[in-house]
Antibody, heavy 122, light 109 residues
Framework: EVQLVESGGGLVKPGGSLRLSCAASGFTFSSYSMNWVRQAPGKGLEWVSSISSSSSYIYYADSVKGRFTISRDNAKNSLYLQMNSLRAEDTAVYYC???????????????WGQGTTVTVSS | SYVLTQPPSVSVAPGQTARITCGGNNIGSKSVHWYQQKPGQAPVLVVYDDSDRPSGIPERFSGSNSGNTATLTISRVEAGDEADYYCQVWDSSSDHRKVFGGGTKLTVL
């Protein structure tokens, strides 16, 4: 079964850091571009970051650029999001999502995890 | 920055056809993807590359894209189709990024 499972969410104070992980199974992880997408409480979907299959291409939303770092370990079938200098507005459910190819600019995001909740509050 | 505009809500009776629009500057030149999200669940891709359906998505879901408007059409609407729907594109015009529309709440009357 194709599956993505996020972990690492939790409660963190403003200015703090958190590292999210996404474990992939059931498909050849190294062949696909991957993404992080978040959803603030009661709000719509917001793209956060994308990384190509070989990590050659990495893109960030302006709202997180310079604070968040996306990475992947194809040997461990895992995707990561290092989040630093967290703000209250980063509070959201964070989803890991697979692109339909090895590039983020084609197809759509065809496999999603169930999400992990990040709450930034003092 | 590229903006996608969706109506906040669309209502339709069961068995009728629902059309959800996604407006953007020359969106017809981009590939549009559509996602369905039910409360408390992760999004599901229902249409990709304007009009293709992933395996397992009913033929009742279809898409089109031309000019400044992309449209998701749901035929023979069922109660289980009630959800939020989001359009999404890849914007390479200025900075490379994925862009989502604000979402449309589909209510089945």
């Amino acid at each position: 079964e194709v599956q993505l499972v996020e972990s690492g969410g939790g409660l963190v104070k403003p200015g703090g850091s958190l590292r999210l992980s996404c474990a992939a199974s059931g498909f050849t992880f190294s062949s696909y571009s991957m993404n992080w997408v978040r959803q603030a409480p009661g709000k719509g979907l917001e793209w956060v970051s994308s990384i190509s299959s070989s990590s050659s291409y990495i893109y960030y939303a302006d709202s997180v650029k310079g604070r968040f770092t996306i990475s992947r370990d194809n040997a461990k079938n895992s995707l990561y999001l290092q989040m630093n200098s967290l703000r209250a507005e980063d509070t959201a459910v964070y989803y890991c999502a697979r692109d339909g190819s090895n590039r983020p600019d084609t197809d759509g995001m065809d496999v999603w995890g169930q999400g992990t909740t990040v709450t930034v509050s003092s | 920055s590229y903006v996608l505009t969706q109506p906040p809500s669309v209502s339709v009776a069961p068995g009728q056809t629902a059309r959800i629009t996604c407006g953007g500057n020359n969106i017809g030149s981009k590939s549009v993807h559509w996602y369905q999200q039910k409360p408390g669940q992760a999004p599901v891709l229902v249409v990709y590359d304007d009009s293709d359906r992933p395996s397992g998505i009913p033929e009742r879901f279809s898409g089109s894209n031309s000019g400044n408007t992309a449209t998701l059409t749901i035929s023979r609407v069922e109660a289980g189709d009630e959800a939020d729907y989001y359009c999404q594109v890849w914007d390479s015009s200025s900075d490379h990024r994925k862009v989502f529309g604000g979402g449309t709440k589909l209510t089945v009357l």
